[in-house]
Protein backbone atom coordinates (compact mmCIF):
# COMPACT_ATOMS: atom_id res chain seq x y z
CA UNK A 1 0.00 0.00 0.00
CA UNK A 2 1.10 3.35 -1.17
CA UNK A 3 1.22 6.27 1.96
CA UNK A 4 1.79 9.45 1.19
CA UNK A 5 0.64 12.79 3.86
CA UNK A 6 -0.33 16.02 1.89
CA UNK A 7 0.66 18.92 3.44
CA UNK A 8 -0.85 21.34 1.16
CA UNK A 9 -4.63 21.91 1.65
CA UNK A 10 -5.02 23.29 -1.85
CA UNK A 11 -3.92 20.44 -3.81
CA UNK A 12 -5.88 18.22 -1.44
CA UNK A 13 -8.89 20.42 -2.26
CA UNK A 14 -8.31 20.34 -5.87
CA UNK A 15 -7.44 16.44 -5.74
CA UNK A 16 -10.98 15.98 -3.88
CA UNK A 17 -12.91 18.24 -5.96
CA UNK A 18 -11.51 17.21 -9.46
CA UNK A 19 -12.28 13.27 -8.56
CA UNK A 20 -15.63 14.22 -7.37
CA UNK A 21 -16.60 16.05 -10.29
CA UNK A 22 -14.91 13.98 -13.37
CA UNK A 23 -16.80 14.28 -16.39
CA UNK A 24 -19.32 11.73 -17.44
CA UNK A 25 -20.31 12.02 -21.33
CA UNK A 26 -22.99 10.01 -22.13
CA UNK A 27 -25.23 11.14 -18.87
CA UNK A 28 -26.56 14.05 -20.00
CA UNK A 29 -27.87 12.80 -23.14
CA UNK A 30 -29.36 9.70 -21.44
CA UNK A 31 -31.22 12.39 -18.94
CA UNK A 32 -32.67 14.00 -21.17
CA UNK A 33 -33.98 11.27 -22.96
CA UNK A 34 -35.74 9.67 -19.88
CA UNK A 35 -37.65 13.25 -19.09
CA UNK A 36 -38.51 13.51 -22.89
CA UNK A 37 -40.27 9.96 -22.48
CA UNK A 38 -42.19 10.93 -19.15
CA UNK A 39 -43.11 14.60 -20.87
CA UNK A 40 -47.15 13.93 -19.56
CA UNK A 41 -46.68 12.21 -16.56
CA UNK A 42 -46.86 13.74 -13.36
CA UNK A 43 -43.64 15.21 -11.66
CA UNK A 44 -43.42 12.45 -8.87
CA UNK A 45 -43.53 9.87 -11.71
CA UNK A 46 -40.54 11.64 -14.00
CA UNK A 47 -38.45 12.30 -10.63
CA UNK A 48 -38.42 8.28 -9.80
CA UNK A 49 -38.16 7.65 -13.70
CA UNK A 50 -34.98 9.60 -14.46
CA UNK A 51 -33.64 8.50 -11.09
CA UNK A 52 -33.96 5.08 -12.17
CA UNK A 53 -32.09 6.01 -15.20
CA UNK A 54 -29.31 7.89 -13.30
CA UNK A 55 -28.71 4.44 -11.14
CA UNK A 56 -28.89 2.37 -13.62
CA UNK A 57 -26.81 3.92 -16.77
CA UNK A 58 -24.01 6.35 -14.68
CA UNK A 59 -21.05 5.48 -15.49
CA UNK A 60 -18.67 3.96 -12.45
CA UNK A 61 -15.80 1.89 -11.86
CA UNK A 62 -15.36 -2.10 -11.46
CA UNK A 63 -15.07 -1.48 -7.55
CA UNK A 64 -17.83 0.11 -7.12
CA UNK A 65 -19.80 -2.19 -9.36
CA UNK A 66 -18.79 -5.31 -7.22
CA UNK A 67 -19.25 -2.81 -4.06
CA UNK A 68 -23.00 -2.36 -4.96
CA UNK A 69 -23.72 -5.98 -5.96
CA UNK A 70 -22.50 -7.19 -2.58
CA UNK A 71 -24.29 -4.42 -0.55
CA UNK A 72 -20.90 -3.48 0.79
CA UNK A 73 -21.42 0.34 1.81
CA UNK A 74 -19.97 3.02 0.24
CA UNK A 75 -18.14 5.23 2.90
CA UNK A 76 -18.40 4.80 6.55
CA UNK A 77 -18.07 7.94 9.00
CA UNK A 78 -17.65 8.46 12.51
CA UNK A 79 -18.67 12.20 12.77
CA UNK A 80 -21.66 13.58 11.48
CA UNK A 81 -22.59 16.86 9.85
CA UNK A 82 -25.36 19.06 11.41
CA UNK A 83 -26.88 21.96 9.07
CA UNK A 84 -27.15 25.26 10.83
CA UNK A 85 -29.94 27.69 8.68
CA UNK A 86 -28.41 31.18 9.01
CA UNK A 87 -30.80 33.17 7.04
CA UNK A 88 -32.64 36.22 8.33
CA UNK A 89 -35.23 34.80 10.41
CA UNK A 90 -38.11 35.88 7.73
CA UNK A 91 -35.91 33.82 5.13
CA UNK A 92 -35.42 30.63 7.02
CA UNK A 93 -37.71 27.70 5.40
CA UNK A 94 -39.57 25.68 7.43
CA UNK A 95 -40.56 21.83 7.67
CA UNK A 96 -44.00 21.29 8.57
CA UNK A 97 -45.00 18.88 10.95
CA UNK A 98 -46.50 15.02 10.54
CA UNK A 99 -50.01 14.75 10.31
CA UNK A 100 -49.99 12.63 13.37
CA UNK A 101 -48.85 15.68 15.38
CA UNK A 102 -50.87 18.27 13.58
CA UNK A 103 -54.20 16.24 14.24
CA UNK A 104 -53.09 16.57 18.61
CA UNK A 105 -53.01 20.07 17.94
CA UNK A 106 -55.41 22.52 18.78
CA UNK A 107 -57.95 24.14 16.30
CA UNK A 108 -56.34 27.44 16.97
CA UNK A 109 -52.51 26.22 17.96
CA UNK A 110 -49.99 28.18 15.26
CA UNK A 111 -47.43 25.71 16.60
CA UNK A 112 -47.35 23.68 13.37
CA UNK A 113 -43.67 23.55 12.27
CA UNK A 114 -41.30 21.58 13.19
CA UNK A 115 -38.19 23.45 15.51
CA UNK A 116 -34.98 23.81 13.71
CA UNK A 117 -31.74 24.15 15.63
CA UNK A 118 -31.88 27.34 15.65
CA UNK A 119 -35.11 27.31 17.58
CA UNK A 120 -34.13 24.83 20.36
CA UNK A 121 -30.63 26.83 20.72
CA UNK A 122 -32.97 29.99 21.42
CA UNK A 123 -35.07 28.26 24.46
CA UNK A 124 -32.01 25.89 25.80
CA UNK A 125 -32.23 25.89 29.35
CA UNK A 126 -31.56 28.82 31.84
CA UNK A 127 -28.42 27.09 33.32
CA UNK A 128 -25.07 29.40 33.79
CA UNK A 129 -22.81 26.97 31.17
CA UNK A 130 -25.13 28.03 28.51
CA UNK A 131 -24.59 31.39 28.87
CA UNK A 132 -21.53 31.48 27.06
CA UNK A 133 -22.33 28.65 24.44
CA UNK A 134 -23.22 29.72 20.93
CA UNK A 135 -24.77 28.35 18.76
CA UNK A 136 -22.31 26.87 16.49
CA UNK A 137 -21.03 24.87 19.81
CA UNK A 138 -24.74 23.95 20.34
CA UNK A 139 -26.06 22.85 17.17
CA UNK A 140 -22.21 20.31 17.56
CA UNK A 141 -22.97 19.13 20.68
CA UNK A 142 -26.50 18.51 20.71
CA UNK A 143 -29.10 16.27 18.81
CA UNK A 144 -32.33 14.77 19.92
CA UNK A 145 -32.48 12.43 21.92
CA UNK A 146 -34.04 8.58 21.84
CA UNK A 147 -36.83 7.38 23.47
CA UNK A 148 -34.03 5.12 24.82
CA UNK A 149 -31.85 7.45 25.96
CA UNK A 150 -35.01 9.42 27.71
CA UNK A 151 -35.28 6.45 30.10
CA UNK A 152 -32.10 6.40 31.40
CA UNK A 153 -32.04 9.81 32.69
CA UNK A 154 -34.10 12.12 35.08
CA UNK A 155 -34.33 15.65 33.43
CA UNK A 156 -34.36 17.65 36.50
CA UNK A 157 -31.07 16.47 37.93
CA UNK A 158 -29.59 16.89 34.46
CA UNK A 159 -30.51 20.76 34.23
CA UNK A 160 -28.68 21.22 37.41
CA UNK A 161 -25.18 22.87 36.92
CA UNK A 162 -22.15 21.40 39.76
CA UNK A 163 -22.48 23.21 42.16
CA UNK A 164 -18.61 22.93 43.29
CA UNK A 165 -17.66 25.08 40.50
CA UNK A 166 -18.35 28.91 39.86
CA UNK A 167 -21.07 29.90 37.62
CA UNK A 168 -18.92 31.43 35.06
CA UNK A 169 -16.48 28.32 34.32
CA UNK A 170 -17.02 27.72 30.80
CA UNK A 171 -14.68 24.74 30.56
CA UNK A 172 -16.90 23.23 32.94
CA UNK A 173 -18.21 20.01 31.13
CA UNK A 174 -21.79 20.40 29.12
CA UNK A 175 -24.47 18.57 30.59
CA UNK A 176 -25.31 15.04 28.91
CA UNK A 177 -28.62 15.32 28.66
CA UNK A 178 -31.16 18.89 29.02
CA UNK A 179 -34.91 19.57 28.63
CA UNK A 180 -36.38 22.67 26.00
CA UNK A 181 -37.79 25.44 27.87
CA UNK A 182 -41.77 24.94 27.74
CA UNK A 183 -41.15 21.95 25.41
CA UNK A 184 -41.06 18.07 26.08
CA UNK A 185 -38.15 18.11 23.94
CA UNK A 186 -34.82 15.91 25.30
CA UNK A 187 -32.13 16.49 23.80
CA UNK A 188 -28.61 14.17 24.59
CA UNK A 189 -24.95 15.71 24.13
CA UNK A 190 -23.18 14.22 20.98
CA UNK A 191 -20.41 11.22 22.11
CA UNK A 192 -18.40 12.87 19.05
CA UNK A 193 -18.86 16.65 18.18
CA UNK A 194 -20.65 17.27 14.84
CA UNK A 195 -19.47 19.57 12.17
CA UNK A 196 -21.69 22.00 11.81
CA UNK A 197 -22.40 23.84 7.90
CA UNK A 198 -23.70 26.83 6.69
CA UNK A 199 -24.13 28.62 3.54
CA UNK A 200 -20.99 30.98 3.22
CA UNK A 201 -22.37 34.54 2.93
CA UNK A 202 -19.51 36.92 0.66
CA UNK A 203 -18.66 40.03 3.14
CA UNK A 204 -18.04 42.23 0.06
CA UNK A 205 -21.37 41.42 -1.69
CA UNK A 206 -24.06 41.05 1.27
CA UNK A 207 -22.14 42.51 4.58
CA UNK A 208 -24.85 42.86 6.36
CA UNK A 209 -26.06 39.40 5.62
CA UNK A 210 -22.59 38.02 6.70
CA UNK A 211 -22.27 40.12 9.68
CA UNK A 212 -25.94 38.92 11.26
CA UNK A 213 -24.54 35.45 9.84
CA UNK A 214 -21.35 35.55 12.45
CA UNK A 215 -23.22 37.18 15.11
CA UNK A 216 -25.93 33.96 14.60
CA UNK A 217 -22.94 31.91 15.09
CA UNK A 218 -20.64 32.44 17.18
CA UNK A 219 -22.32 34.80 19.94
CA UNK A 220 -24.22 33.72 22.43
CA UNK A 221 -28.20 34.62 22.44
CA UNK A 222 -31.46 33.88 23.65
CA UNK A 223 -33.68 36.64 21.72
CA UNK A 224 -32.20 37.04 17.89
CA UNK A 225 -32.70 40.22 17.16
CA UNK A 226 -32.34 42.07 20.33
CA UNK A 227 -29.08 40.58 21.79
CA UNK A 228 -27.64 40.47 18.62
CA UNK A 229 -28.71 44.19 17.02
CA UNK A 230 -28.64 45.66 21.46
CA UNK A 231 -28.45 49.29 20.91
CA UNK A 232 -27.40 48.98 17.27
CA UNK A 233 -29.08 50.11 13.89
CA UNK A 234 -27.10 47.44 11.68
CA UNK A 235 -25.48 44.55 12.76
CA UNK A 236 -21.97 45.53 11.40
CA UNK A 237 -21.55 47.71 14.64
CA UNK A 238 -22.49 45.17 16.87
CA UNK A 239 -20.03 42.47 15.03
CA UNK A 240 -17.64 45.19 15.93
CA UNK A 241 -18.56 45.94 19.34
CA UNK A 242 -18.44 41.78 19.68
CA UNK A 243 -15.77 40.92 17.72
CA UNK A 244 -13.45 39.71 20.60
CA UNK A 245 -16.00 36.80 22.03
CA UNK A 246 -17.21 36.25 18.47
CA UNK A 247 -13.72 35.70 17.22
CA UNK A 248 -12.63 33.41 20.04
CA UNK A 249 -15.51 31.30 19.41
CA UNK A 250 -15.02 30.99 16.02
CA UNK A 251 -11.34 29.88 16.24
CA UNK A 252 -12.25 27.03 18.69
CA UNK A 253 -15.51 25.60 16.25
CA UNK A 254 -14.17 26.41 12.99
CA UNK A 255 -10.22 26.09 13.29
CA UNK A 256 -9.12 25.55 9.93
CA UNK A 257 -11.40 27.82 8.13
CA UNK A 258 -8.54 30.22 7.57
CA UNK A 259 -6.86 27.82 5.97
CA UNK A 260 -9.33 27.11 3.55
CA UNK A 261 -10.16 30.56 3.19
CA UNK A 262 -6.76 31.36 2.01
CA UNK A 263 -6.98 28.73 -0.62
CA UNK A 264 -10.00 30.35 -2.34
CA UNK A 265 -8.37 33.41 -2.45
CA UNK A 266 -5.43 31.68 -3.67
CA UNK A 267 -7.07 30.26 -6.40
CA UNK A 268 -9.45 34.06 -7.33
CA UNK A 269 -6.33 35.69 -7.26
CA UNK A 270 -3.74 33.33 -8.81
CA UNK A 271 -5.97 30.68 -10.82
CA UNK A 272 -5.17 26.65 -10.33
CA UNK A 273 -0.63 27.01 -9.90
CA UNK A 274 0.93 25.16 -12.51
CA UNK A 275 2.46 21.95 -10.58
CA UNK A 276 -0.52 21.65 -7.78
CA UNK A 277 -0.05 17.74 -8.13
CA UNK A 278 3.10 17.78 -7.83
CA UNK A 279 2.71 17.24 -3.62
CA UNK A 280 0.13 14.30 -4.02
CA UNK A 281 2.77 12.42 -6.23
CA UNK A 282 6.41 13.42 -5.19
CA UNK A 283 8.08 10.19 -6.15
CA UNK A 284 6.50 10.52 -9.61
CA UNK A 285 7.61 13.52 -10.06
CA UNK A 286 11.19 12.94 -8.87
CA UNK A 287 11.10 10.52 -11.56
CA UNK A 288 10.10 12.94 -13.92
CA UNK A 289 13.04 15.40 -12.91
CA UNK A 290 15.39 12.22 -12.94
CA UNK A 291 14.91 11.33 -16.60
CA UNK A 292 14.83 15.13 -18.30
CA UNK A 293 18.10 15.55 -16.74
CA UNK A 294 19.27 12.87 -18.14
CA UNK A 295 18.18 14.08 -21.91
CA UNK A 296 19.94 16.18 -23.77
CA UNK A 297 18.07 18.84 -24.31
CA UNK A 298 18.51 19.62 -28.51
CA UNK A 299 17.20 15.93 -28.71
CA UNK A 300 14.40 16.35 -25.83
CA UNK A 301 11.15 17.01 -28.24
CA UNK A 302 12.21 13.39 -30.56
CA UNK A 303 12.62 10.67 -27.50
CA UNK A 304 9.96 12.01 -25.11
CA UNK A 305 7.57 9.34 -26.24
CA UNK A 306 10.27 6.79 -27.00
CA UNK A 307 12.00 6.97 -23.84
CA UNK A 308 9.77 7.74 -21.13
CA UNK A 309 6.21 5.71 -20.14
CA UNK A 310 3.39 6.23 -21.79
CA UNK A 311 1.13 6.96 -18.28
CA UNK A 312 -1.22 10.00 -19.19
CA UNK A 313 -0.34 11.72 -15.95
CA UNK A 314 3.48 11.60 -16.36
CA UNK A 315 3.55 12.07 -20.08
CA UNK A 316 1.17 15.53 -19.24
CA UNK A 317 3.63 16.40 -16.39
CA UNK A 318 6.62 15.73 -18.55
CA UNK A 319 5.15 18.13 -21.27
CA UNK A 320 4.67 21.11 -18.47
CA UNK A 321 8.39 20.68 -17.65
CA UNK A 322 9.74 20.11 -21.46
CA UNK A 323 7.69 23.61 -22.55
CA UNK A 324 9.02 25.72 -19.40
CA UNK A 325 12.90 24.19 -20.45
CA UNK A 326 12.19 24.67 -24.04
CA UNK A 327 11.53 28.47 -22.88
CA UNK A 328 14.34 28.81 -20.96
CA UNK A 329 16.84 27.43 -23.62
CA UNK A 330 14.83 30.04 -26.01
CA UNK A 331 15.74 32.48 -23.59
CA UNK A 332 19.05 31.70 -22.52
CA UNK A 333 20.26 32.12 -26.55
CA UNK A 334 18.30 35.16 -27.15
CA UNK A 335 20.36 36.42 -24.20
CA UNK A 336 23.46 34.84 -25.66
CA UNK A 337 22.58 36.55 -29.02
CA UNK A 338 22.04 39.72 -27.27
Known sequence: MDL????DAYACISYIVAYVTKDEKEMSQMLKLAASEMRNADVKTRLKHIGYVFLGNREISAQEAAYRLLGIPLKRCNTKVVWIPTDFKENRISILKSQNLLDDLEDDSTDVYCKS???????????????????????SMYDRATSQSKSFTNDESENEQDPSLPETDVHQELPKIIT???????MKKRTNPAVPRWHVVSENKNPEKYYHQQLLLFVPW???????????TFYEESYNDMLTILTENKNHIAEYASLVSQAVEQFQENGPPQHAWDMLDPEGNLQINDRIQKIGKTAMMTTMRNNLLGHNYIDHQLQ?????????TMSSKKLYVV
Open 4 to 7: QFVC
Open 117 to 139: IVDKYAIRPFIPIFSNTCLAQFA
Open 180 to 186: LQDTDVI
Open 222 to 232: RREEEDLLKEN
Open 320 to 328: VRLESMKYQ
